[in-house]
């Protein structure tokens, strides 16, 4: 038995966007600080998680959160990951214009010549 190949499919319009809203919705639950957070994380979700990590997660947008991370806020803060992270649909960058077929070509440019005096008969 043989598996199917997976092949990519080539897109011409950019990804979403994702945006992070953990302040958001940690403030939404009286959560201000980065302490607060990961006191919440380890009462609530058993995640232990260093004070420089938390930090980075409650003031950046990170480039990629583990899913057991994503669960652990959840439960701590009683939220579901759609109250984390919103897609946004990317803003569509305009169209170049479209291209006209050339004009008639402008006669070429002629150059004056510099006339030469005749030279009196000698």
Do not use: N, Y
């Amino acid at each position: 038995m043989t598996t199917p190949e997976l092949h990519a499919i080539a897109s011409a319009a950019p990804p979403p966007q994702v945006e992070w809203k953990l302040r958001m919705a940690a403030a939404q639950r009286g959560i201000w600080t980065g302490t607060e957070l990961r006191r919440l994380l380890a009462e609530r979700a058993g995640l232990e998680l260093s004070a420089a990590s938390v930090s980075v997660l409650f003031t950046k947008q990170p480039s990629q959160v583990k899913l057991s991370t994503l669960a652990a806020l959840c439960a701590a803060l009683d939220c579901t990951p759609g109250d984390l992270l919103t897609l946004r649909e990317p803003v569509a960058s305009p169209a170049p214009p479209p291209r006209t077929a050339p004009g008639p070509a402008s006669p070429p440019l002629q150059q004056s010549v510099p006339r030469h005096r005749s030279l009196p008969p000698l």
